[in-house]
């Protein structure tokens, strides 16, 4: 029944704040490295509906550039548990025609973590069913700032004027210059804050906070969030009785 409101008003770009695996493990006196096991569940199901759901674009939020003064072994577990889903879920991506998609400061990553992703990446590049795009070592202002830095050469060596600057170009020079914006963005766990997640992408997007620990997040749960953006008006500035014109 649910399935079927949802055609006209998916929104084309879902980008999520996995967030709440430590929680979870404490709340079942396991410990944190659990959780992370347990949140690979929830993003093979999230994944694998969203694809039904024929959601275009899904965004991770898998590692940000914060994450990295964790301790070590944790930081360890997650690049492990990184490669091995990788490996584990090839075939799917494959047959469900997913493309991979990778943004942040990759080369921080481990290089064992940098070659599985590269090939899977390159494996997928041409499926066209939806892209799934991973933030690990993802920071919205170290993003904007390596735009910035990327303009200011190109101003400097005269490939572009400055007064040609504007919201387009900047964009063009972001991770995520093939994606379209943001339209949802949802975060687990309770807590209302962006993270340095995408700070330029979700300048329209609907924002969708849920208690539910990632862990614990299901389809039913993305569907819940889902119908919650179909309710809403998206006015991008104008007035209603504009948008109803
Ligand atoms: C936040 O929970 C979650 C992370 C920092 C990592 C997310 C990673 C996964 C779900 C597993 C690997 C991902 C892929 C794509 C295979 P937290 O540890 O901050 O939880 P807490 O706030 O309760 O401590």
């Known amino acids: 029944m649910i399935m079927s409101n949802f055609k006209n008003d998916m929104p084309k770009h879902l980008a999520i704040i996995m967030d709440g695996n430590g929680r979870w493990a404490e709340k079942k ?3 944190r490295i659990q959780g992370h096991s347990h949140g690979v569940k929830a993003v093979q199901e999230v994944v694998e509906e969203a694809v ?3 959601i275009e ?3 991770l939020y898998a590692f940000s550039t914060e994450n990295w003064s964790r301790p070590q072994e ?3 577990v997650l690049m492990k548990l990184l490669v091995s889903t990788l490996k584990s879920e090839f075939e799917k991506l494959l047959k469900n025609r997913i493309k991979l998609n990778v943004i942040g400061n990759l080369h921080q990553l481990p290089k064992i973590v940098q070659k599985e992703l590269h090939y899977v990446v390159e494996k997928t590049q041409n499926n066209n069913e939806m892209t799934l795009t991973l933030a690990l070592s993802y920071g919205g202002r170290e993003e904007l700032a390596n735009a910035l830095k990327q303009l200011a050469i190109k101003v400097k060596n005269n ?8 919201q387009f170009i900047i964009n063009k020079h972001l991770y995520t210059q093939n994606l379209p914006d943001v339209d949802l963005l949802i975060r687990t766990s309770g807590e209302k804050r962006i993270s340095n997640f995408l700070l330029w992408q979700i300048a329209y997007a609907e924002l969708y906070f849920t208690k539910v620990l990632w862990p614990d997040f299901t389809k039913k ?7 919650n953006y179909q309710k809403r008006e998206r006015r991008f500035g104008k007035t209603s009785k504009q948008l109803l014109g």
């Open 221 to 227: 749960h993305l569907h819940k969030a889902l119908t």
């Open 52 to 54: 039904q759901l024929k």
């Open 159 to 166: 490939i572009i004027s400055p007064e040609k600057i504007d």
């Open 57 to 59: 674009h899904l965004t």
């Open 74 to 76: 944790e930081i360890g």
């Open 29 to 31: 006196g396991k410990n």
